[in-house]
């Protein structure tokens, strides 16, 4: 069974491009949270679904960031338009209830 | 102060050592706890749930201390594989997730 998968899995722009991550979650999941990991400020949760539905997104750090979730197979995230502090590991994650949360291999994101 | 705090180390041990790390806490409605691997550049993986009880797993003891607010992991007999970064997590209601900013594992031949 596939895991989560998230594309791309590089990403290098430049400031004030937009940016386009996507994620399947595993099929059956329910939630799906997207999480940024710098070094400075190490996984932080950025905005997570239940059934498709927007819970949280007090993590989110400005309106130049969005997450939608059209459908239980996918997510995206948008930056518009990106920044150079914007460069970090971008993660989807999704889980069962409230279970273990499965990863995927992230998205290296560099805003030149 | 953050939510889930963790020593960043890095921990240097010998194999075959006793290692063990502490995460608090500040949220009190932090409802499940638990420890993540994450090696380098690659994805955070579930390592064990912490239980009101402790629970172990081989070589690895998760504790949690709810009037002190912290969780524990303790590695025995160290191996090289086990070199990682450790991430500790708080799940508040809601699915209100935090993640500690991990600890550093070394363990040296």
């Known amino acids: 069974d596939a895991g989560v998968i998230q594309s791309p899995r590089h990403e290098v722009t430049e400031m004030g491009q937009e940016v386009t991550l996507r994620c399947k979650p595993i099929?059956?999941?329910?939630?799906l949270f997207w999480y940024r990991q710098t070094m400075m400020r190490g996984l932080e949760l950025l905005i997570y679904?239940?059934?498709?539905?927007?819970?949280?997104d007090s993590g989110m750090p400005e309106d130049r960031f969005s997450a939608k979730m059209p459908n239980a197979s996918f997510s995206t995230l948008k930056i518009q338009p990106s920044e150079p502090r914007d460069s970090a590991v971008y993660f989807c994650a999704s889980s069962l209830l409230d279970n273990e949360q499965f990863f995927g291999p992230g998205t290296r994101l560099t805003v030149l | 102060r953050k939510e889930v705090e963790q020593d960043p180390g890095p921990f240097n041990v010998p194999e075959g050592a006793t290692v063990a790390f502490n995460c608090t806490y500040s949220?009190?409605?932090?409802?499940?706890f638990f420890w993540y691997r994450q090696d380098c550049r690659k994805e955070p993986k579930l390592l064990m749930s912490v239980y009101s009880s402790g629970n172990e797993d081989g070589r690895f003891t998760a504790q949690l201390n709810r009037a002190s607010q912290y969780i524990s992991l303790l590695i025995r007999d160290s191996k090289l594989s086990d070199s990682a970064t450790y991430l500790c997590v708080a799940t508040g209601g809601y699915q209100k997730v935090t993640f500690g900013t991990g600890t550093k594992l070394q363990v040296i031949p």
């Open positions: 949220n009190s409605a932090s409802q499940s």
């Open positions: 679904f239940n059934n498709n539905v927007p819970i949280d």
């Open positions: 099929s059956g999941h329910d939630y």
